[in-house]
């Protein structure tokens, strides 16, 4: 399913070991359009910040700053999203 040495990375980084979370982590990093993470106990959250640490990851904490955090090609992680509508609307 997953290449083995990219997983035992994602573990480094702080990706659980489980497989839940490496099935997740599969999904997350093969997926083709923006994924939403559920994320209650912030293990997603840490270990895509590990993994985009070196693509200067930016962090949008409000609705308002994901539109422009998707006008961007960078990295992005949007944090206490109460209501969610489509950015692209």
């Not at 083995?4 to 573990?11: A, F, H, K, L």
């Not at 359009?33 to 200067?56: F, H, V």
């Not at 994901?66 to 992005?76: E, F, M």
Request: glycine share 4%; proline share 7%.
């Amino acid at each position: 399913m997953g290449n083995p040495i990219e997983v035992r990375e994602w573990n480094s980084k702080g990706l659980p070991s489980d497989t839940i979370s490496v099935n997740n982590g599969i999904l997350v990093t093969n997926c083709m359009s923006y994924p939403l993470l559920i994320d209650p106990q912030t293990q997603a959250n840490r270990w895509i910040k590990q993994m985009e640490y070196d693509n200067q990851l930016k962090v949008a904490k409000y609705y308002f700053h994901i539109k422009d955090c998707l006008k961007t090609p960078s990295s992005k992680v949007s944090r206490c999203v109460s209501e969610w509508d489509s950015p692209f609307s």
